[in-house]
């Protein structure tokens, strides 16, 4: 299916933002993903959003130190 992500469409075969997450190895313990007009934070279970054809994704990664 083609989505959105961060602004370019893009092929993807995951059904879930967790999958999508996984197929481009991005650690979902780190990810801050923005989706439907909603924003979620890293300790969501991203399972449980499905993916839809034409959905627009966007994902930001936490990054600590000093």
Sequence with gaps: MKIKYQGNDKETAAATVAGFLDENGISAKTAIVE??????AADFD??????????????FNIVSGG
């Design 46 to 59: 991203f399972s449980t959003i499905a993916l839809s054809e034409g959905a627009e994704l966007n994902v």
């Design 35 to 40: 989706y439907g007009g909603e924003v979620y």
